[in-house]
């Protein structure tokens, strides 16, 4: 299994608080992306980073923020956790350039996911 | 915009019994589509992945086949067993959005024994 680790596992937070979630991969790969899952709507992609500092939105992006210091760690931030913001979140990572640059194989490994509830 | 269809949303089949997922997407420029398997409570785990060019992939009980022009993936298991039971979706890397998976909503599949 790839050395994915999301922390907190689990969070219940009230409406209004500031909450991060933090992906630690001890891979190395290039990419780190956050997910939220929910019922319905499978895996959609809220923001994603293409190396330290280097960081882009998703599809749904609004109230969350990110952030990518070092290689291994990225961070998601909800700013004012609202409680549609419930959820499922999943970190990825993957390295396209192992499999030789973009266009090529690039398998997606995935954390265990963080359970967070805002009431 | 990319939307990524999977049919049925359930499954329940006997053991021993050959499963078939179907997974079909909107728009063929794609960079490669791959199926993972999520089991409840955990994170998804990559079955195969096959590039836009392949035409199909096999790993040991597993083949996934691809018809990029009519929008289409197919993965089917062998032989079911009850340790196949398990949540499995796909998704597409379409060409204009590098690194992005664009996923389907899933297909839970229960194998009885």
């Known amino acids: 299994d790839a050395g994915i680790t999301q922390s907190p596992r689990h969070k219940v937070t009230e409406t209004g608080t500031p909450v991060t979630l933090r992906c630690h991969q001890t891979e190395n790969h290039r990419y780190m992306y956050w997910y939220r899952q929910d019922p319905g709507h499978g895996l959609r992609l809220i923001h994603y980073s293409y190396g330290v500092k280097d960081t882009d939105k998703g599809e749904v992006s609004d109230g969350y923020s990110v952030s990518r210091s070092k290689t291994e760690d990225f961070l998601l931030t909800l700013e004012s956790a609202t409680s549609s913001q419930t959820s499922v979140y999943f970190c990825?990572?993957?390295?396209?350039?192992?499999?030789?640059?973009?266009?090529?194989?690039?398998?997606?490994?995935f954390g265990p996911g963080t359970r967070l509830t805002v009431l | 915009k990319q939307e990524v269809t999977q049919i049925p949303a359930a499954l329940s089949v006997p053991e021993g019994e050959n499963l078939v997922l179907n997974c079909s997407f909107t728009d063929s420029a794609i960079y490669n589509l791959q199926w993972f398997r999520q089991d409840p409570g955990k994170g998804l785990t990559s079955l195969l992945l096959?590039?836009?060019?392949?035409r199909e992939q096999t790993s040991g009980r597993l083949n996934a086949s691809l018809d990029k022009s009519s929008g289409r993936s197919t993965l089917y298991i062998a032989a079911s067993q009850p340790g196949d039971s398990a949540t499995y979706l796909c998704?597409?890397?379409?060409?204009?959005?590098?690194?992005?998976?664009?996923f389907g909503a899933g297909t839970q599949v229960v194998v009885t024994p």
């Open positions: 096959i590039q836009s060019s392949q």
């Open positions: 998704a597409v890397r379409p060409t204009d959005s590098w690194g992005k998976l664009q």
């Open positions: 990825a990572i993957s390295d396209p350039g192992l499999a030789g640059g973009p266009g090529m194989a690039d398998t997606q490994y």
